[in-house]
């Protein structure tokens, strides 16, 4: 246990001692979405109350639908929905996520084609979920989630005690997918938002 973070086998970790690092993860993910959408959009001379309108519709749809979507999924795999409103806990489908909202703000760009490229719009919003798909990740890795197959603790080691030993899930270490989804998410939000986007490539 630290100061910052507690945790113990198969439990969530907690920041402070109370509070959930999983929500704390999404939120830091949206809000660093939003400002570099922002940035572009700014650049692009596009109406500020347009974006502020993608984002009242962005941000609840995205949860809904990624909780939907993970609903869809359990229901299909046959498992427990007893705690199908538990977001805390976990369990919410990138797909969902970004298919939901994506129809939405489609729908109202639609009704802004006379002042805004619906086309170059998306072009700025929807790489940008690959930075909140980077932050989120770690959310993943606070609940114990998204680890692949059993490994040896040697061939973990080298990404520090924090990591690797919060990769010992039922009593085995495991790959830790999260961190590799997180590094090509990052990688491909600063390909083509950093160098695509800014640099006109």
Not at 99 to 126: E, M, Q, S, T
Not at 138 to 155: I, R
Request: net charge positive.
């Amino acid at each position: 246990m630290t100061n910052l973070y507690s945790w113990s086998e198969g439990e969530p970790i907690y920041l402070f001692g109370s509070f959930r690092l999983y929500p704390f993860t999404m939120l830091v993910g949206i809000i660093a979405s939003i400002f570099s959408v922002l940035y572009f959009w700014k650049k692009n001379r596009y109406p500020i109350d347009v974006l502020l309108t993608i984002i009242i519709i962005t941000i609840p749809s995205a949860i809904i639908g990624a909780r939907l979507f993970w609903i869809i999924e359990t229901a299909i795999n046959k498992e427990s929905l007893s705690r199908w409103y538990a977001i805390w806990d976990g369990g919410l489908s990138i797909q969902g996520g970004v298919f939901v909202p994506a129809v939405l703000d489609l729908l109202y760009l639609r009704r802004k084609k006379n002042i805004i490229d619906i086309r170059k719009a998306f072009g700025l919003i929807l790489p940008n979920v690959l930075l909140g798909q980077a932050i989120g990740r770690w959310g993943n890795f606070a609940n114990h989630e998204l680890y692949g197959a059993v490994c040896e603790y040697d061939s973990i080691k080298w990404l520090g005690s924090t990591i690797s030993w919060n990769m010992y899930i039922e009593g085995e270490f495991r790959v830790p997918l999260f961190l590799i989804e997180s590094m090509t998410s990052m990688i491909g939000y600063i390909i083509i938002v950093w160098w695509l986007l800014q640099f006109g490539k």
